[in-house]
């Protein structure tokens, strides 16, 4: 592809690809997204795979949501280990004292 060796112009940003554009144009797969970009010095019109900002940022806030469940479900087991932990210590601190 002429981007990879020449300057180039972004002619159409980045935008999801149709169900047409992506069983046709090949740089629509990696990602789903494609922009429409002119090379400098060849004058040719091709099509680059891109990333799309509001994809990335949808795919950060539900990473984000999904370590805050865990941490809050792992947060909760701590709590039950500790409160398990400790009946066990006044168990034995109480048969220690019984048996006195």
């Not at 180039?8 to 992506?22: D, K």
């Not at 805050?68 to 500790?82: E, G, I, K, N, T």
């Amino acid at each position: 592809p002429c981007w990879r060796v020449e300057d180039f112009v972004v002619a159409q940003e980045c935008t999801r690809c149709s169900s047409f554009q992506a069983k046709t144009i090949a740089a629509c797969n990696p990602t789903g997204f494609i922009e429409k970009i002119n090379c400098a010095t060849s004058n040719r019109d091709e099509f680059k795979s891109c990333r799309s900002a509001v994809m990335e940022a949808h795919i950060f806030w539900r990473f984000v949501g999904t370590m805050m469940c865990v941490a809050a479900v792992f947060a909760v087991l701590v709590v039950c280990r500790q409160r398990v932990l400790d009946r066990k210590a006044l168990e034995k601190v109480r048969k220690q004292i019984e048996s006195i």
